[in-house]
């Protein structure tokens, strides 16, 4: 065979970690079939293999030589002078070539890059510079056809929903190389796109407050509104048009069927239901209630009563951004003791869990709540170390408000998102009771046994902690409180005080 490259160049977020985990990992059969393959981070390192001369058939995966995010986000348009940069690798490899790119969507992509950026902390844009993408009007069709007039190459654009989640094929169908056809493929998401939960986490720490807003105001877990992405989507359809008559140009388009769903989505003709989430936070009051409303739940597909591992976050992604969630909380104190005993006794009388090496050797240690939250600043080093790990090994004493509710700043997102259902003190349970059931679209059960003695083993027995014990909690707790003071907010807003 002829030597020849396909440069795979991007674009970001479009699947091409999919891809270069694909050659990674069928490296060696390609290689034996004659198909030589460059992909990161090898290709990070542009001075090794750019001015190698190519003897054989050569797949080259790099997004970065077309350009970065943050630089098409700071510029606001779509990877300015990167055919330059393309061209000049072209040149420098000296071999017939042919290009493939792949372009999403406007809106889902600027969405795409932007969450990604600030979910990783690399880049924060300022709010103003967002209503600048929209304002820059900036297009695919002119990327391409600066690739065009740049690159001595025929270049194939593949739509984004275009054989998705399918690498081999897509090499298969651009190449022709029909060796492909033995690699194996995984079908792994790579790079997961963050939710609006945890975009929201990071503006707060970073005091991005403008931004925030944006978001709270955006539309699909975006800073863009409705008339933003109308814009967007109206820029996409003509620049699929221009790309499509450009010669020497490919469009690899995505199915009818596909491009219907995904406007019927847009438009609203498909609505999902609005999912209900109860997050079961250990130690107030939840077993109860799931007990009580078990039936219901059976009933009602979009009603779920959540266990110990469900969060803010994996219920976002499970059920959708737009799902609505409910739960009780307690001081971090007061749910301290009832984990303390809760475990000591092994879940009796609602479970019978064993306890874990880890909790055994805590409690060995420590015979009652006090000592342990003492202990946690003691002057006896020994002791101290034996507190700390307690405190990371002791069920629900290591899965706090952190675990389930994130930060303050995500769930004070989610309440003026109006995600936030019901946000109940669990001693205001039974005061409550009767409207939580209808907010969770459940005929509401007899009241009457609501604090009886199954609810007061779910809740725990409380116990008196020194003052020291206290101290030692909230600073070591520090964030645990912070969420409560927030969950006290949000429960004033709700009118569950």
């Not at 069928?26 to 001075?47: C, M, S, V, W």
Request: aromatic letters at 10%; charged letters at 25%; hydrophobic letters at 35%.
């Amino acid at each position: 065979m002829k030597p020849h490259v396909l440069l795979h160049i991007g674009a970001h977020r479009t699947g091409t970690t999919s891809l270069q985990n694909f050659l990674r990992q069928n490296r060696d059969f390609l290689d034996k079939a004659g198909i030589g393959t460059i992909h990161p981070p090898e290709t990070r390192q542009y001075a090794e293999w750019a001015d190698e001369k190519i003897s054989r058939r050569f797949i080259v995966s790099e997004e970065n030589i077309w350009g970065t995010m943050e630089q098409n986000i700071r510029t606001g348009e779509i990877y300015p002078g990167g055919a330059d940069r393309v061209s000049q690798l072209l040149v420098s490899l000296d071999c017939p070539a042919t290009i493939f790119v792949t372009i999403r969507s406007t809106f889902e992509w600027w969405r795409s890059q932007i969450n990604f950026g600030i979910s990783r902390g690399t880049f924060i844009p300022e709010a103003a510079h967002i209503d600048g993408i929209i304002s820059a009007g900036s297009r695919w069709h002119k990327a391409i056809e600066d690739l065009s007039r740049a690159c001595d190459a025929r270049i194939i654009v593949r739509e984004f929903n275009w054989k998705t989640d399918n690498p081999k094929r897509q090499l298969i169908e651009v190449t022709g190389w029909k060796e492909i056809e033995q690699a194996k493929v995984s079908r792994d998401i790579n790079n997961r796109s963050p939710n609006e939960i945890e975009i929201a986490t990071q503006l707060a720490g970073a005091s991005a407050h403008e931004l925030l807003k944006k978001y709270e105001t955006g539309s699909r877990s975006s800073p863009f509104t409705e008339d933003d992405i109308s814009v967007m989507n109206e820029q996409y359809e003509e620049s699929l048009s221009t790309v499509a008559s450009l010669e020497r140009v490919e469009l690899k388009q995505e199915s009818e069927q596909e491009r219907r769903k995904r406007a019927d989505l847009k438009t609203g003709t498909m609505p999902r239901p609005t999912a209900i989430a109860f997050l079961h936070i250990g130690k107030t009051g939840g077993t109860y209630f799931k007990s009580r409303l078990a039936s219901s739940a059976e009933e009602n597909p979009n009603l779920k009563l959540g266990n110990h591992s469900d969060t803010l976050l994996t219920t976002a992604e499970e059920l959708g951004d737009s799902r609505r969630v409910g739960f009780f909380f307690r001081d971090p104190a007061s749910r301290f003791v009832s984990a303390f005993h809760s475990r000591m006794r092994q879940g009796r009388p609602t479970y019978d869990v064993l306890w874990s090496p880890a909790e055994a050797s805590a409690f060995s240690f420590f015979e009652d709540a006090n000592s342990l939250a003492e202990s946690i600043y003691s002057d006896d080093k020994r002791m101290e170390s034996a507190a700390r790990f307690a405190m990371a090994s002791i069920q629900h004493l290591k899965n706090g408000y952190q675990h389930y509710l994130i930060s303050p700043e995500a769930i004070e997102f989610e309440h003026r998102s109006k995600r936030v259902l019901f946000c109940c003190p669990t001693e205001l349970i039974d005061a409550h009771w009767a409207r939580i059931c209808e907010l969770f679209q459940s005929a509401s059960p007899r009241r009457e046994n609501v604090n009886s003695e199954g609810i007061r083993h779910s809740i725990g027995q409380h116990e008196e902690l020194s003052p020291t014990a206290v101290s030692s909690l909230r600073e070591f707790w520090r964030r645990e409180y912070e969420i409560y003071e927030a969950c006290l907010r949000i429960s004033h807003d709700l009118h569950f005080d």
